[in-house]
């Protein structure tokens, strides 16, 4: 019995790992900017999304703007394995990540807005049978940040923007293992923790205009400190658990430009401080330790381009590229849940001007990965069991903005 509690909770300690400091960071907070890649995210002005990436960019806004819709992602990851056992992919249906924003022009100068989003999330799910179980069968990490925020437009060339965050946090993650449980028999076993809270955090943003035609912005969001608290599931029996946890802070720097009544040129750098993840514990709600795994990831970049067509009065049409590294320092650290590795974007989109007052956005995005993501034995090994020699995420984004 006590090499099962010990090995059910190392391997609760890397399950949480790779949930929450490898889980995905999700950029998808609007349609129109799927279909560029996220290119001038916060200063493109064509959608309520700035009070989400810039919110300085809502003076782009005149009058009052509800927009509201979803991505749907699909991951497919196909795991091998190099040892002989059962090989699967990491696809469990159509993950929605859903966002809604509005703005409100309460003076010539003074701008609120609202945005509800969706900031990390992912869900991925293994066979029972899978064989890399001990290093994660199943994840599920949602987070669901209100985020209402203030813009003042300071002259024609400023604009400054601030906001406040209460984020949701919950996960629930299983890990199988496979222990010996006397001198010729073996057992499987399953440990599963669950965990949610609700967190704070800030954002600000500043948005530079030096002609008409071009605009530039750079938006900073905090990091959120979580305590996820919940229950810790092993064959001998429940713990009361709790799961600290830290966002990574992020800075946004976009750039649009006009280039005439037809085109509009953009581009992004997102940096994201992932290295933050020095370790994580799983304790007792007591304070008691369970389980440390060291983390030692990196930080993470993003550089895209993109830009939009004006076919018409009714219609316009979008494409855009990015590159982004992983999060991933050393192969050991990477975990089946989320076999993260750089990854490049393709994307293309629409806009749909139904009236005046309405508009109807659609995106899709294709991100791959940049060669293979090796899985090795653990977090201490260099020994590989497995690969993954294709991972592919399908992203479609769907919104209906509606202007007062």
Partial sequence: MKRILFAATAALALGAQVSYAGGFMLMEQSAAGIGRANAGAGVFGDDASSAWFNPAGMTLMQGKHFQAGTALGV?????????????????????????????????????????????????????DSFDARDRGIFAKVQTIDVNPSLAFKVNDAFSVGVGVSAQYGSMELINGKTVQVTDTTTAKISTKVKGSDVAWGVNAGVMFTPREDMRFGLAWRSSVKHDL?????????????????????TVILSGAWDINPQWTVAGTIRWSDWSVFKELTVNTRSGRNLATTKENWKDCYLFSVGADYRYSDEWTFRAGTAYETSTIREDKYRMTTVPDSSRLWLSVGATWHASKQLQCDVGYLFLHAIGS?????????????GDYKRTNVHMFGVQAMYSF
């Fill in 229 to 249: 608290d919940g229950h810790l599931y092993t064959p001998s029996g429940t713990t009361d658990s709790t799961v600290p946890f830290k966002t990574p802070q």
């Fill in 75 to 127: 991951i497919d990851a196909k795991y091998e394995s190099k040892r002989g056992g059962a090989s699967d992919n990491a696809f469990d249906g159509i993950v929605p990540v859903p966002f809604m924003h509005t703005t409100l022009q309460l003076t010539d100068s003074i701008w609120a807005g609202v945005s509800i989003a969706v900031p990390f999330g992912m869900q991925t799910k293994y066979k």
């Fill in 373 to 385: 993501s090796p899985i090795t034995e653990s977090a201490e090994s260099t020994q590989v069991i």
